[in-house]
């Protein structure tokens, strides 16, 4: 959001890609900043070195005076938003490139106000008493919509817990009220059973009001009518 903010457009990638990898989306993306954790910026300095678009990196998680935190630190607690059109994009979301290059999906930046209208608040009706918990991080699309995107219609954001036992804690602040959004493909088939600790957590006496929906992204046309269920009670 701060890169948007800011007037940039963002691309998200997740920290299994090495330096092949990132090159073909820095090509093909043009992008001049990239910004870094520190712990893996060793395949980007590779990715950097074949890629002359890429003219700086700037890492945090990072204790010296070039890091993203030594900057911020100088800078004020609030900025006005660099003023974009509706049709400006916004983000370049790249496939896996399983089958080949991957290819990029470019977003507007009024395709993240029709998110949170048209589908945070209308299809998933989502309200102030809701925890949205992402099972997939911040650069899968999924979680760009349920855990930055969804909560801005008002709902509540949290990262998923690991191991899943602990989603009992959010659960029973709020009288059991959440959402947990993934990818079912990468669901184990005990997972119903693991969300037991959230329903107990409640108090028995609580199961009525309290309830853990699961809203399935890639895979839901598998789920048979009873997993389905049981995950929902």
Do not use: W
């Not at 945090?60 to 974009?84: I, Q, R």
């Not at 009518?225 to 049981?230: E, K, N, P, T, V």
């Amino acid at each position: 959001l701060a890169v948007m903010k800011a007037g940039g457009v963002a691309v998200s990638t997740m920290q299994l890609l090495r330096a092949r990898e990132l090159g073909q989306i820095i090509g093909k993306a043009r992008i001049g900043l990239a910004l870094c954790d520190l712990r893996l910026v060793a395949e980007l300095q590779a990715a950097a070195a074949q890629c002359p678009d890429l003219q700086r990196i700037v890492c945090f998680n990072d204790g010296s005076a070039g890091s993203l935190e030594a900057m911020a630190a100088t800078k004020p607690d609030t900025f006005d938003n660099v003023d974009t059109a509706a049709e400006d994009p916004a983000l370049i979301a790249f496939t896996s490139g399983t089958t080949g290059q991957p290819k990029a999906a470019v977003q507007p930046h009024r395709s993240f106000v029709n998110t949170c209208k048209c589908y945070a608040r209308e299809v998933l009706q989502y309200t102030e008493h809701d925890i949205t918990i992402s099972v997939p991080k911040l650069y899968f699309g999924y979680a760009t919509g349920s855990n930055l995107l969804f909560p801005a219609a008002g709902a509540q954001s949290r990262g998923a817990p690991r191991p899943f036992e602990e989603l009992a804690e959010p659960v029973a602040e709020r009288r059991g009220v959440a959402l947990l959004a993934g990818h079912f493909a990468e669901q184990r088939a005990d997972f119903p059973e693991r969300l037991r600790p959230a329903r107990q957590a409640v108090g028995q006496e609580q199961h009525t009001a309290a309830h853990v929906t699961v809203v399935f992204g890639q895979g839901a046309a598998g789920v048979d009518g009873g997993l389905a269920r049981r995950h929902r009670h």
